[in-house]
């Protein structure tokens, strides 16, 4: 009984001075701003210092506990340099944690509710390892480059298509023929100092044909002229736009085909017929009229005409499949050899 009673009173002494601690120090958790150690206390100031009066001490610890500066204390206490190099980042991480608004709001927080453990960790890490630059510059920053490629690669595509269509013989005849009528190729060879040689001569004619043709055809598709307008910091400024005229443009096909009934004309049914083939518009744009008037002429729009035109097509590719020798070779080694297929070779 008496073991028991010492046990109790044992028990009851520990709970008794955990409970009159001081209760910012039963908040301090090792690992997390100062340690065990109050910032305040570290830095020797109160909790309502000022920016400037927390600085000034900062400034006075640092220059007294540097490395470099460290020379001892008198009467040899304070440790040697290895002690005043740990005081040092103490000082730091003091200033640290203190000197920033944000931080300092959560560090009194902490020490004025010191049960929240959880909360505590995640402000702390939280801050620590947010990213130091802004994120929103570096969003812009990305998308500016992803633009400014995004341009040139599309001029590099369209300088491509005019390259290969000044060498097709029946734009290349038209080109030719539109500069010699606007007198672009009628010019008199220069004599004397100022004659050109052939190359030179001819260089200018190939310009010339790809300048008609730059202004004469309508390229459309992925090899189209680029705009400024289609690339992607403008499509994301231009964004909020664009939504509202595809609401309006929502509400008015449902207002007009829906609610009135009525007819739809050559736009919207080659917007019909273009959802069907899921295509996108630049790739529906680069089809050649006659093929736009077939679809029309078939009345495509209407959705099990549609399914017979798509069944016809699937028809045609597999007899175009069938009749071709690449194809023939392909199914032939597929049978004989393809994956799927096991072999023993005898050695």
Known sequence: MAAAGGGRRWLLCLWLSVALLPRAARGLTEGLYCGRRVCYEVLGVSRQASKAEIARAYRQLARKYHPDRYRGEQGGEGGGPEAAHEKFLLIATAYETLKDEETRKDYDYMLDHPEEYYRHYYHYYSRRLAPKVDVRIVILVTVCAISVFQFFSWWSSYNEAINYLATVPKYRIQATEIARQQGLLNKTREKGKNRRSKEEIREEEEEVIKYIIKNKIDIKGGYQKPKIYDILLFQILLAPFYLCKYIIWYCWWFYCFTIKGQEYGVEEKLYIIRRYM?????????LED?????????QLWIRENYEVYKQEQEEELKKKMALDSRWKRYRRWMRNEGPGRLTFIDD
């Open 278 to 286: 899921k295509m996108s518009q630049s790739q529906f744009d680069s």
């Open 290 to 298: 006659h093929q736009k008037e077939t679809f029309l002429e078939r």
